[in-house]
């Protein structure tokens, strides 16, 4: 035994200075030794372009944490390409001044982060950088430091990407696709150097392509763009000056979706030569939301939740708002100024405010064209055409056609119409020859209108003329066909969704509590009809049931209807004194018969079923010791089995001299008769076979008249006959005693 543990301990201390001496060398494989040579680092492979530049090239595994320090990237090196990695870092100066450096790619890397100046004073012509497939990205603050390279970045498959400020001294080239998280922080696009701006104006472009944006800070586009180009993202709020820059010359977006847009977010010292939202979802402009002057504006094909008043309050050289669904439009919602063409057409608004379309005249500008043609307001409040008189006499070319809204005709439509133009207009006909209302159910059958619209003009004259009944006749006049597929409920919409969602959640309320309450009511229920005996008494039936008696064809049985009998709850001498002189008597012999029968099935037949079904492994070892304890006595229940229904009535009277006896037995057993046994769960015993000759004959005696009374019970071996089996033997923690008679 000694030398063997003497071979175990060595054995152990072998491998513990293996498990240190090898601790070191996965740490200086892992991280890179400061001022040591990226060709030297693990998994680096470095080899010569040109003869005297050099391109690296770093596969990792995905456990290997790496630093890039300071002199570790030889100065001639052209490219560098990162493949894998648990942590990947530049650290501060790790490429300053570099002569050629062209290219850095990073793909599959965990966690990719570029320090503070990081890069530093580079000249070359251009350097393109690319992460792929990286799990954190995080370009710090003047990561790209003092730079006349103009940058061309690529970040695609990312899942969090984080640009702090003045990431990019200058960039020419931004694109962030597939990104499911970009945090960009303030200033994050504030250039130190914006290179030589022509004539067409700035040339750096930046576009997100399918990201997610939680907000876009304050001042985060504060340099000069060429392009800001958003599709296929979300943006859940622009705050306050993020659009700052002097001039971008075009900010797309494009089939996105934006939560808000606060006041000012569109700076108005910022100059936009195109502005474009083509299929998004705004669900809010807040007041003032763009200041910008633009040249152009397009609003086409989006849906707008609610435009704030003042929510476009710019200079608009042309604006194009067509093919849009907006919920609520406030009070001057759009206020162009010194516009020279506009074209609000084939919108579909649901609610209209007094004013929300402000084009204000001025006569130092041509107004070449306005267009307002196709669409359908559902409701519109008083002066919502003002716009419109003005404009007979500033514009060149004014349409006003196909237009409709949700107003019942009736004969008082031109006064309506007036109260949309305002007080001061006494021609309304301009509205009325061109724009359609509802008729109701009948006129439309009478005039055979399917989608229920009318001609303002024509309604007038075929239902409001002198005569006294309307001509049913099929319609020729002018019709429209509404937009059922993209329209805008009429204001009842997010009510009804509301009573919707409330009606299904009380349903399901309801659902569950009735059924909580169902099975509150089975469970009650078995537990009372267990507690009243119901359960014992049909599992008696059942088994009838299973094993029926044969009998003779053609033999007729009686229906007992036991139903009427007065059962008693209990067994006394009385009722079993009276049931057998009931039986000897011919005429009750029948009744009393019935009614040992009964009394039998509960008292005897029930009360043995419930402990049979009560018993274990070890409660068939006390049956078996009862049956080596008495076997007179059963041979005599056999005998008395034979001779109903008095064989019944003689077992309950042993059953209440059993019960009673163990009631009364209020003097306890002497130790020479019976001694219970506290190790009956180790050992087998059987009880004492003394005195069995001294069973009490049950045929020669009346079990009721030998009932002995609490002061003439004897204390011999009599009782023993009678006595239970002794219960299951108790725990070994339980006091062991003497068993009560």
């Known amino acids: 035994m000694g030398v063997q543990w003497y071979f175990s301990l060595i054995i152990w201390l072998i491998i513990g200075v293996f498990v240190i001496k090898s601790v070191p060398a996965v740490v200086e494989e892992s991280v890179a030794p400061l001022g040591s040579d990226a060709c030297r680092i693990p998994g680096c492979n470095c080899s010569d372009a040109a003869k005297t530049w050099n391109i690296i090239n770093c596969t990792f595994n995905s456990t290997q944490i790496v630093e890039f320090t300071p002199g570790s990237i030889p100065s001639r090196t052209l ?4 493949s894998g990695g648990s942590d990947v870092t530049l650290q501060p100066y790790t490429l300053n001044s570099p002569i050629g450096f062209q290219f850095l790619r990073v793909d599959g890397t965990r966690r990719f982060v570029i320090r503070k100046n990081a890069f530093l004073d580079l000249s070359s ?6 992460v792929v497939n990286c799990d954190r990205l995080v370009v710090e603050t003047h990561a790209f430091k003092n730079m006349q390279t103009p940058i061309s970045v690529d970040v695609s498959r990312c899942s969090y990407v984080s640009i702090q ?6 960039l020419q080239d931004g694109k962030f696709r597939n990104i499911p998280y970009l945090d960009l922080a303030e200033d994050a696009f504030l250039f130190e150097n914006q290179g030589i701006i022509g004539r067409h104006g700035p040339v750096s472009s930046l576009s997100f392509h399918n990201v997610i944006m939680p907000k876009i800070p304050t001042d985060t586009f504060h340099s000069s763009l060429a392009e800001i180009s958003i599709k296929n993202s979300e943006i859940r709020e622009i705050h306050t000056d993020a659009f700052k820059a002097s001039q971008i010359s075009a900010i797309l977006f494009v089939n996105s979706t934006i939560h808000k847009i606060q006041s000012r977010a569109f700076s108005d010292r910022t100059l ?27 609003v086409e094909h989006s849906k707008l939740t609610e435009i704030q008043t003042g929510a476009i309050n710019s200079t608009v050289a042309k604006a194009i708002i067509s093919d849009n669904e907006i919920g609520t439009f406030h009070s001057r919602g759009f206020v162009l100024n010194n516009w020279n063409r506009i074209n609000m057409d084939n919108n579909i608004i649901k609610r209209a405010g007094s ?3 402000d084009v204000p005249y001025n006569h130092e500008i041509q107004h070449y064209e306005f267009t307002f043609i196709g669409n359908e307001i559902y409701r519109v409040e008083t002066n919502s055409l003002s716009f419109m008189p003005d404009l007979h006499y500033t514009v060149q070319n004014l349409k006003f056609d196909n237009n409709f809204f949700n107003q019942t005709c009736h004969c008082d439509i031109d006064k309506w119409v007036l109260e949309l133009l305002g007080d001061q207009v006494q021609d309304a006909s301009f509205v009325l020859n061109t724009s359609f209302c509802t008729i109701n159910a009948l006129l439309a059958r009478c005039f055979e209108l399917q989608e229920g619209l009318i001609n303002m003009h024509n ?12 001509k049913c006749e099929p319609y020729s006049g002018e019709t429209k066909i509404l937009d059922t597929t993209t329209i805008i409920d009429t204001e009842n919409a997010m009510d009804s969704n509301s009573n919707l969602i409330l009606g299904l959640v009380l349903g399901a309320v309801v659902v569950i509590a009735i059924s909580g309450t169902i099975v509150i009511l089975l469970i009650r229920g078995g537990l009372w009809l267990k507690r009243k005996g119901y359960c014992m008494r049909f599992r008696n039936l059942h088994y009838r049931n299973e094993h029926p008696i044969s009998e003779e064809e053609g033999t007729i049985v009686p229906i007992e209807s036991r139903d009427k009998l007065d059962v008693p709850e209990e067994l006394t001498p009385e009722i079993l004194q009276r049931l057998r002189e009931q039986l000897e008597d011919p005429t009750t012999h029948d009744d009393a018969r019935e009614m040992i029968e009964r009394l039998y099935e509960l008292f005897i037949t029930g009360e043995s079923y419930t402990n049979n079904n009560k018993q274990d492994e070890e ?11 008495l076997p007179a006595a059963a041979e005599h229940e056999k005998r008395l089995s034979e001779t109903e229904p008095f064989g019944f009535l003689r077992m309950m009277e042993e059953k209440y001299n059993t019960t009673a006896l163990a009631i ?3 003097k306890p057993a002497l130790v020479d008769e019976y001694s219970e046994p506290t190790d009956a769960a180790v050992h087998l015993y059987s009880e004492l076979q003394n005195k069995t000759d001294d069973v009490i004959d049950l045929d020669g005696k009346d079990s009721v008249k030998s009932f002995p009374s609490g002061t003439q019970r004897s204390n011999n071996s009599r009782s023993i006959a009678f006595r239970p089996l002794p219960e299951k033997p108790r725990s070994i923690f339980d006091e062991a005693g003497p068993s009560k008679m």
Request: glycine fraction near 6%; hydrophobic fraction near 50%; charged fraction near 15%.
């Open 272 to 298: 936009l030569i195109n502005f474009k939202f083509t299929k998004c979802k705004i669900h809010l402009l807040e007041m003032g939301s763009v200041m910008a002057s633009m040249t152009n504006l397009t």
């Open 459 to 470: 309604f007038t004259k075929l239902v409001c003329g002198v005569e006294d009944s309307i």
């Open 125 to 130: 012509a251009s350097l393109a950088f690319q």
């Open 619 to 629: 409660a068939h070892l006390y049956e078996e010791l009862g049956n080596l304890q």
């Open 79 to 82: 490219e560098i390409a990162i």
């Open 355 to 357: 004013f929300f379309l």
């Open 664 to 666: 009364l037995g209020t």
């Open 165 to 170: 400020s003045s990431a990019f001294s200058r």
